[in-house]
């Protein structure tokens, strides 16, 4: 029997796997009592038991009057922690990092002054494809439509500015200011969230968390989604193209982008490419997707800062096949690949085009890799070309005693620590570069944020991540200027008991708006970093700093990160040159400002 909760068919998909709900938990339908009509049967309450069912067992939050009360409900639940963070932009991250390991994520801040400060890192997690439920605290319910003048607001009658804002950034936004139809629109939201891989906003009227009503159960009957499904006809004709087009092909390659995430056709990928015996490579933001233990992976495929040779066999190859991929200025390097249409198979997560011939709409990535893995011809030609002109990397050159360090032999030493339980985190700017280049262990986790790209994100992102995945130890690259943006959510880290491993790399400035267009706004005053995350840590929690300044300290502060501060958050601060640069940010940079620096077409 097919059960439906307000707007949502609770039929249980084919595979279960919706946002990581913990089928231990999942309470059974049949023959079970759900004492409706008591007095916990609220809308504070139902709330709290749909994020807990769905996966999340931490919010992020910032209180404010507007949400007290459902803050309240929130700490009520005992499978729910509530983590308070130092403002509502990092909250807003944290989220995002937390979605990004366990599925989705979710967060609450008060009205407006709250909503206008989150909607940053929500726009964030709308690019990046990630499910994310943004719950505000709201006006009393009285207050809508009578003309009065709300405090946290910009002194309107009409205060719907906050809504307005987030309807561009979220997919679905639901206002609950009447308790007979909050049930229904909470549950569309939430599943709207994990159907389209999106944000959504909830906004919840200040004096409705703690009444009771008739649509409320004290347990709520949990749903789940209905899996989406290709068009078979559609299928079978893109597979039969595809498998033509490749077929014919001398020395195709294959190609992974970020949105296999969202299409949750990582497996199916690596299925293809044992199949296919192509040659292998990601795109940067995919890098993480695909394990780079594969024997036919070549690397990241990002034009002219490529890994070595990469770009070399995917720009020769006379047809390729790109899965989720996002061509923008920054993944295209100021839109200089060397690609041509008419070689490309382009699969997007529900739909595929074969060159400049036909698309097929309705076909699912999964589906449609998985069938062509069983209809493709084994071909390693590009993959043999490879292996003919490789040559290993040089490492850096060595640091003589007491040199000051380079920020290649700092990553040299990063790439030593990782292993399967690890997870690198990567800041908006020259650890993109670097951080690419780290050859990732089976099992090690890779997060960045190519789209949205917001410096500072990488702090709420890793305390996000690190509480959603405590079993990993999180090792973050994280550049000075962008610290200064969110450094303060170091002590919510701390109060969480995370035993992270931030690297802070000080060279005095914005290096890679540097190596982009160069200003005296780009050099920033220097802090005492160490000093300041002592500050912060003020004898509470375990939280080891340092600062380095050549290898021989920096091999020490690892150890000792390894060793004796094993369960601390580690804080190391390099102090590097502030030209210290990888080339492949210097090449980059030259071009994506060639690309903004465009003159007006001619009218």
Not at 86 to 103: F, K, P, Q, S, V
Not at 435 to 461: D, R, T
Request: proline share 5%; with cysteine; aromatic share 8%.
């Amino acid at each position: 029997m097919d059960f439906k909760i307000g707007a949502i068919d609770t039929c249980m998909p084919v595979n279960g796997d919706i946002a990581n709900v913990p089928t231990n938990k999942a309470v059974t339908i049949q023959n079970s009592t759900i004492p409706f009509n008591s007095p916990d049967s609220t809308l504070g309450r139902h709330l709290a038991r749909r994020l807990v069912q769905i996966g999340v067992t931490d919010v992020f939050s910032v209180p404010g009057d507007f949400n007290l009360t459902l803050l309240d409900h929130l700490v009520a639940e005992p499978e729910l922690n509530l983590i308070g963070c130092c403002n509502e932009l990092n909250a807003g991250y944290a989220a995002d990092g937390y979605a990004r390991a366990r599925g989705i994520g979710a967060c609450v801040v008060t009205f407006t002054v709250g909503g206008l400060s989150i909607v940053n890192a929500i726009a964030g997690a709308y690019s990046e494809n990630l499910p994310l439920i943004c719950i505000v605290g709201g006006p009393n319910s009285n207050d809508y439509g009578t003309n009065r003048i709300l405090h946290h607001t910009i002194g309107l009658h009409d205060f719907s500015q906050e809504l307005r804002c987030f309807q561009t950034v979220t997919c679905y936004q639901a206002v609950l200011n009447n308790l007979d139809d909050a049930h229904e629109l909470i549950d569309t939201a939430i599943s709207t969230s994990l159907k389209e891989s999106k944000p959504v906003y909830i906004s919840v009227g200040c004096n409705l968390p703690g009444i009771p009503h008739p649509t409320f159960s004290r347990e709520p009957v949990p749903f789940s989604l209905s899996p989406r499904l290709s068009n078979m006809m559609g299928l079978d004709a893109a597979v039969e193209a595809a498998a033509e087009f490749l077929n014919k092909a001398v020395k195709p390659v294959l190609v992974g982008g970020q949105n296999m995430h969202v299409a949750k056709a990582c497996d199916a990928f690596v299925e293809l490419a044992d199949s296919c015996g192509y040659a292998v490579a990601v795109m940067p933001a995919a890098k993480g997707l695909v394990p780079e233990h594969h024997p036919h992976f070549l690397g990241t495929y990002w034009g002219a800062v490529s890994t070595t040779f990469c770009a070399e066999i995917v720009g020769s190859a006379d047809a390729y096949l790109f899965a989720g991929p996002i061509f923008n200025d920054y993944s295209s390097v100021g839109y200089s690949l060397l690609l041509k249409k008419e070689k490309a198979i382009i699969v997007q997560p529900d739909r595929v085009t074969i060159g400049n011939g036909p698309a097929f709409g309705c076909v699912l990535m999964r589906d449609f890799l998985s069938a062509l893995a069983k209809r493709i011809k084994h071909n390693p030609t590009s993959y043999e070309n490879y292996h003919r002109i490789y040559v290993p990397d040089g490492l850096p050159l060595k640091c003589e005693p007491k040199e000051a360090l380079r920020v290649n032999v700092l990553f040299q030493h990063i790439q030593s620590m990782l292993t399967g339980e690890s997870t690198v985190i990567a800041e908006t700017g020259d650890s993109w570069f670097n951080c690419q280049k780290l050859k990732l262990p089976q099992g090690c986790g890779y997060e960045f944020q190519m789209q949205y790209g917001s410096i500072g994100w990488s702090v709420g992102a890793t305390l996000g991540y690190a509480q959603a995945a405590p079993e990993k130890r999180v090792i973050a690259c994280i550049g000075d200027g962008s610290f200064q943006v969110t450094a303060q959510d170091i002590s919510t880290m701390l109060r969480c008991g995370q035993r992270t491993i931030i690297f802070l790399i000080n060279n005095g400035g914005y290096t890679i708006e540097v190596e982009i267009h160069d200003g005296p706004y780009n050099v920033i005053k220097n802090w005492n970093y160490t000093g300041l995350v002592d500050a912060i840590h003020n004898g509470e929690g375990k939280c080891w700093t340092t600062k380095v300044y050549s290898e021989e300290e920096l091999v020490e502060a690892i150890e000792t990160t390894n060793g004796a501060k094993k369960d601390c958050l580690c804080f190391i601060e390099v102090i590097v040159h502030k030209d210290d640069t990888s080339k492949e940010l210097l090449e980059w940079g030259s071009r994506v400002s060639a690309a903004n620096s465009r003159p007006p077409i001619p009218q």
